[in-house]
């Protein structure tokens, strides 16, 4: 079994990012779980914190580290980032080059609004993860415009995006357990 841990960027319920994640585990191929692990329960990044609070971060760290590839749903606030998951991935980095994230194949899609699909956070978003020793995914990409079109009830609906979904979730699938890890 491929396990892909899916991390939304998103915490409002009826989020369009997340939904990309949920449409995913709908579309993975046979042999291939998609897990959503949320990221509303960390405390913000602060290394003076230990004990109990740090609970919710050990948990993400374990869920990456059990992964054989994370997706990541970036939307894009002020074309950027935002803050949730930009806190998520600070805790995860630690120790530095020998995280979670270090040498994990990781999957960025994103989902707005608007026309732009989230393209400037996607592209910070990689920037990110290289800085970690992440392996990126580099195609094929999704970058879903106007969402809102495209979903109902929390699933996308529209044929078109589903069909880049599905070739997104078969591809990275078939990659991630097979990629070297350089720093392993
Ligand atoms: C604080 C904030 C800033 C935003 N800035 C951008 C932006 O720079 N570019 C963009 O395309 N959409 C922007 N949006 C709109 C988001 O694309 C839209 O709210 C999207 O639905 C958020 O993703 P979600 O549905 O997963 O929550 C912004 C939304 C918020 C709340």
Request: net charge neutral; hydrophobic share 45%.
């Amino acid at each position: 079994m491929t396990r892909l841990l899916a991390l939304s960027g998103s915490l409002r319920a009826a989020s369009t990012n997340t939904a990309l994640l949920t449409t995913l585990a709908e579309l993975a191929p046979t042999g291939v779980e998609v897990v959503q692990h949320g990221i509303g329960d960390l405390p913000l990044y602060n290394s003076d914190l230990t004990g109990p609070a740090l609970a919710p971060v050990e948990r993400l760290k374990a869920a990456i580290t059990a992964a054989d590839g994370v997706l990541i749903a970036v939307p894009e606030y002020n074309y950027g980032i935002p803050g949730p998951l930009k806190n998520a991935i600070d805790w995860a980095s630690r120790p530095a080059y020998a995280s979670p994230f270090a040498g994990k194949p990781v999957a960025i899609l994103g989902a707005s609004a608007g026309g732009s699909g989230a393209v400037r956070a996607q592209g910070q978003l990689k920037q990110v993860l290289l800085g970690m020793g992440s392996q990126v995914f580099a195609w094929p990409e999704v970058a879903v415009t106007f969402a809102g079109q495209k979903i109902t009830d929390g699933v996308v609906t529209d044929e078109t995006t589903r069909g880049f979904l599905e070739r997104f979730v078969v591809a990275f699938a078939a990659w991630a357990p097979a990629v070297p890890n350089p720093l392993g």
